[in-house]
């Protein structure tokens, strides 16, 4: 193992031949400095494109500016904007490093090494968002060819998110050492911890309710008459009738009746909760791609579509502000 004041030899720790444990390797640097940056992502980045490895950095263009100096304008490194990558909903995140992965892997025993920086938004509910996606990619990307280093900044990003890099990242890095995270927890048990944050709008009177759904052409028509004026782009709202239709339909088909529809909206935000008295489901990875894998001729699309239309999708066991049994998934987007 390495020895302080040693930097790592991440050859031996993870490069071509010697994948690292526990499938896509997954590290966090928590860094202070730039100096703690440039000396921990350099060697990494320049180790891979050593041994075969191609080289991806996603990230906000200062840092991409950083890095960008450090490894000598070289070429051979692909540097993109973190937005054109994580994008503005976690699936579509996921989606990006694997057509990653699929385009620029080179093949054999080698990978795609990426260094990703992103923005985790301005409010607590962004944060909780792309903190379930590094706990989500442990799983999602395993048997991808990537191997990917997330860049904390400890002076910029709020101290729960730099905490909760702890639990989602199997490794930390350091100029010095590569060693397992000790609050690393498995992804499942940690998703399934997570918070599902209060919608005081719930506490209100909807905007719209049905309570028997059954007629899903007159449910559509009803629901977009509620949303026609709203402030928010049309696409947007097209968008969020879909992902309505979608969740609303998938509660017929797998949940049992009743199947409920509650709508709130607010000068900031659509809401809507849809609710059936079936038993749900425990899976908390669930959306994040579409059910079936590669192959979407066979469906299970509906929350997977749902969660890259809608800025929060929250599932829940019952609706308790309701008193109702069964499932509840809480549909909401931010208008601009």
């Known amino acids: 193992m390495e020895t302080a004041g040693a ?53 906000r263009p200062e840092t991409a500016a950083i890095l960008r100096e450090a490894l000598g304008e070289d070429p051979r490194v692909l540097v993109v904007d973190e937005s054109a990558v994580y994008g503005r909903r976690t699936p579509g995140a996921i989606t990006a490093f694997r057509r990653l992965a699929r385009e620029h892997a080179p093949g054999g025993a080698h990978r795609v090494r990426l260094v990703g920086d992103m923005d985790f938004g301005p409010r607590a509910r962004d944060w909780l968002e792309w903190e379930r996606y590094e706990a989500v990619i442990n799983e999602a990307l395993q048997g991808w060819d990537l191997w990917g280093v997330c860049l904390y900044d400890a002076g910029r990003l709020p101290a729960t998110v730099v905490e909760a890099s702890r639990h989602t990242h199997r490794h930390l890095v350091t100029p010095a050492s590569r060693t397992p995270s000790p609050q690393f927890t498995d992804p499942a048990v940690y998703l399934r911890g997570l918070p599902v944050p209060e919608e005081p709008l719930e506490r209100t009177p909807p905007r719209f309710a049905a309570g028997d759904v059954a007629d899903f052409i007159g449910l559509r028509h009803a629901v977009a008459g509620e949303l026609a004026g709203l402030r928010g782009a049309p696409d947007l709202v097209e968008d969020f009738l879909l992902a309505v239709d979608e969740m609303t339909s998938n509660a017929v088909r797998h949940g049992l009746p009743p199947v409920g529809l509650r709508l709130w909206t607010a000068p900031d935000r659509i809401v809507c909760t849809i609710t059936d008295g079936g038993p749900g489901w425990d899976d908390p990875f669930a959306g994040y791609g579409p059910a079936h894998g590669e192959d979407l001729s066979r469906g299970g699309m509906g929350l997977w579509l749902a969660r890259q239309l809608c800025d929060y999708v929250d599932i829940r066991g019952g609706d308790h502000h309701q008193g109702d049994g069964g499932i509840s998934v809480r549909l909401t987007v931010r208008l601009p």
């Open 7 to 59: 930097l790592v030899n991440w050859t031996a720790t993870g490069g071509a031949g010697h994948p690292p444990p526990g499938g896509f390797p997954h590290d966090a640097l928590i860094y202070e400095s730039v100096d703690e940056l440039v000396a921990t992502v350099t060697p990494f980045l320049a180790d891979g494109l050593a041994s075969g490895d191609a080289a991806v950095v996603a990230a």
